[in-house]
């Protein structure tokens, strides 16, 4: 079964730091893109950030850009998002997802059940 | 201000159709990229609804189904069920961004 389990969420004040990680089980991890995508609480959803299969290739949100970095290491299976220069509009639901398709076309499925970062503004 | 615009509600009856609709520009959708459609339950993670436009992963619902033109997409829920309330998000990529976007989400009532 393919699952994918977030933890590192905390409640950091504004201007701190925070790892996310997301360890996954049941797929050939390496082979596959990974993103991080957020959800403040009553809002809507937010892409953060993605990865490829190798970790050559990293996206990022403008909103995170310069803040945020995503890694993997995939000897663990595991994907991570540094989180730095933590702000109040950066409260929300982190979740991992892994993220599939090609040109013109990409997705996320499935998805973790989501770590929760809360930064008090 | 999400990229891509979805209506912030819709509603039907148990038993009808809905239309679920989703409005970008040329520089996602009208681009050629392809639109994904995620469920979404209180307190629960996103669930792929539809991928590449039309397409349904393993286990979704023929009563769900997808469809684009031009620089939109729409989702349509057949044979509306009270399991069906639920928040659903689109999702396209935006190359003046350069990621990935999404609708702001549209919550389904069904009366």
């Known amino acids: 079964e393919v699952q994918l389990v977030e933890s590192g969420g905390a409640m950091v004040q504004p201007g701190g730091s925070l790892r996310l990680s997301c360890a996954a089980s049941g797929f050939t991890f390496g082979n596959n893109a990974m993103s991080w995508v957020r959800q403040a609480p009553g809002k809507g959803l937010e892409w953060v950030s993605s990865i490829s299969g190798s970790g050559a290739t990293k996206n990022y949100a403008g909103s995170v850009k310069g803040r945020v970095t995503v890694s993997r290491d995939n000897s663990r299976n595991t994907l991570y998002l540094q989180m730095n220069s933590l702000r109040g509009d950066d409260t929300a639901l982190y979740y991992c997802?892994?993220?599939?398709?090609?040109?013109?076309?990409?997705?996320?499925?499935?998805w973790g059940q989501g770590t929760l970062v809360t930064v008090p503004s | 201000q999400p990229v891509l615009t979805q209506p912030p509600s819709v509603s039907g009856a148990s038993g009808q159709r809905v239309l679920i609709s989703c409005t970008g520009n040329s520089s996602n959708i009208g681009a050629g990229y392809d639109v994904q459609w995620y469920q979404q339950f209180p307190g629960t993670a996103p669930k792929l609804l539809i991928y590449g436009n039309v397409n349904r992963p393993s286990g979704v619902p023929d009563r769900f189904s997808g469809s684009k033109s031009g620089t939109s997409a729409s989702l349509a829920i057949t044979g509306l069920q009270t399991d069906d309330e639920a928040d659903y998000y689109c999702q396209s990529h935006d190359r003046s961004v350069k990621g990935v976007v999404f609708g702001g989400g549209t919550k389904l009532t069904v009366l």
């Open positions: 997802a892994t993220q599939l398709g090609g040109y013109l076309t990409n997705w996320f499925d499935p």
